[in-house]
């Protein structure tokens, strides 16, 4: 879309009728900066320091002020503002003192990412309530920002410098191209080989994703054999053909395999260790959907949408996460959707099943944490995929512009979450739901 209206033609129809332009997103290439200009960091919080050294050490200049930088008209790429000591409301006014000049002076694309303190491990009444409002400074702030500009918020528990480390590069780079207003709560870990290669974070890994033959599926495939891990891509066996192909392309293997069937699980794990060696990345983003509204439905839509969906990421686990299953350290990552968080019309049976997903995040990141295992999930929005290019125009258009970066996203957005998620420095992230929709209106 963005391309679209890039275009002379675009551009100029898209100005006769006052339709903003989308900015073109910044988005992650592999070796490429992590971002664009100098980076504010700056709030006496107890992880600036340690972001600064780190920024200091990949060669990304920092700067604890931008006097200097709106003298001169120089842009700033990021501000990082750490909150994380702030225990009165009083406080806050930080945001305004040392956060406004830079928003001022930021660039294309650029990024603002606050660090806090999970206020759910705060006692102290002001302090929890101190810490709680930057949620609501971050999703206002991210309404305002134009030119593809995110802000995002990172909430500690702990002494978690590498998850918020891991958490303020992800935000940072182009692989969050697509994901603003949102908050994600991190913990210590005790992970310490935290010694990867950049380039190819995921490698030496097995990486199993269900859905794969096409769309957002194939694309996390993609993702994952790019940064490194060997994927086993799988699908029912009607898309045989289009699986192989990714298979070939991502130079893994590909399992024919309907992940409702009984054994589906078993057959799974089978795999990826007689063929691979391991099972360390699961991916559950097989998902259909069978649209009517609730007076209409019938048996047969709800029943199958509820089965692939939710029940059978349930049962796939029952071996997944069993005897000779996925490894301690492991990553398991669940595709929901924004309709299982604010619903949507003519889906109840899919907002059901999304929903549910959501829920079993929150419940089995807590029962398999003392083994390492991280359980999260993505929530995409308004992504363009054959599935949307099949809604009408009027419509498209409308999703495509009910969020804050006034775009469709790509399945890409999806999977460099889901990259993330899986990286070894993520250990510390674990029962998070991140939306990937660009702020859309929906559940907002």
């Not at 210590?188 to 030496?204: N, Y």
């Not at 009910?402 to 460099?416: H, I, K, T």
């Amino acid at each position: 879309m963005a391309d679209l209206f890039s275009s002379i033609v675009g551009s100029q129809v898209a100005k006769r009728v006052g339709v903003p332009q989308p900015t073109r997103l910044r988005r992650h290439v592999p070796g490429g900066p992590l971002c664009e200009g100098p980076v504010l960091v700056a709030g006496g919080g107890r992880f600036a320091e340690g972001i600064a050294a780190w920024l200091d050490g990949l060669g990304i200049p920092t700067v604890r002020n931008v006097d200097d930088q709106t003298r001169t008209g120089t842009t700033v790429g990021a501000v990082v503002l750490d909150l994380s000591a702030a225990t009165d409301p009083s406080e806050l006014d930080q945001l305004r003192v040392l956060g406004a000049p830079a928003v001022k002076a930021l660039a294309r694309n650029g990024r603002v990412v606050l660090v806090g303190t999970d206020p759910a491990t705060v006692t102290d009444v002001g302090a929890s309530a101190t810490q709680r409002a930057l949620e609501g400074v971050v999703r206002s702030l991210a309404k305002e920002l134009r030119h593809g500009a995110t802000a995002n918020l990172v909430l500690a528990s702990g002494d978690a410098r590498d998850a918020v480390r891991s958490a303020v590069e992800f935000f940072l780079s182009g692989r969050s191209a697509y994901v603003d207003g949102q908050a994600v709560r991190v913990g210590t870990s005790t992970r310490t080989d935290t010694d990867t290669d950049p380039l190819r974070p995921l490698a030496g890994k097995v990486a199993v994703v269900t859905g794969a033959a096409r769309g957002i599926g194939a694309e996390i495939a993609r993702v994952l054999a790019r940064d490194g891990a060997t994927v086993v891509a799988v699908d029912v066996p009607p898309a045989g053909d289009a699986l192989a192909a990714v298979a070939n392309e991502v130079k893994g293997t590909a399992l024919q395999v309907d992940v409702t069937a009984d054994g589906a699980g078993r057959r799974i794990v089978e795999h990826a260790k007689g063929r691979h060696g391991s099972l360390d990345i699961v991916v559950h983003n097989a998902g259909i959907t069978r649209d009517k509204l609730f007076v209409n439905m019938d048996e047969d839509r709800w029943g199958a949408v509820v089965d692939v969906n939710l029940r059978s990421i349930l049962r796939m686990n029952e071996a997944i996460l069993g005897e000779g299953g996925i490894s301690d350290d492991g990553r398991i990552v669940c595709v929901a959707s924004i309709a299982g968080i604010a619903g949507n019309r003519g889906q109840t049976n899919y907002g059901a099943s999304k929903a549910g997903v959501i829920g079993l995040v929150t419940a089995l990141s807590e029962q398999v944490a003392d083994r390492g295992i991280t359980v999260n999930a993505v929530a995409p929005g308004f992504i363009e995929t054959e599935m949307t290019a099949r809604i009408p125009f009027a419509t498209r258009e409308i999703g495509r512009r009910m969020n804050s970066l006034q775009q469709g996203g790509q399945p890409r957005d999806v999977a460099e979450t889901i990259g993330w998620f899986a990286q070894p420095g993520a250990a510390g992230v674990t029962g998070q739901v991140v939306r990937v929709c660009g702020q859309s209106l929906l559940g907002a």
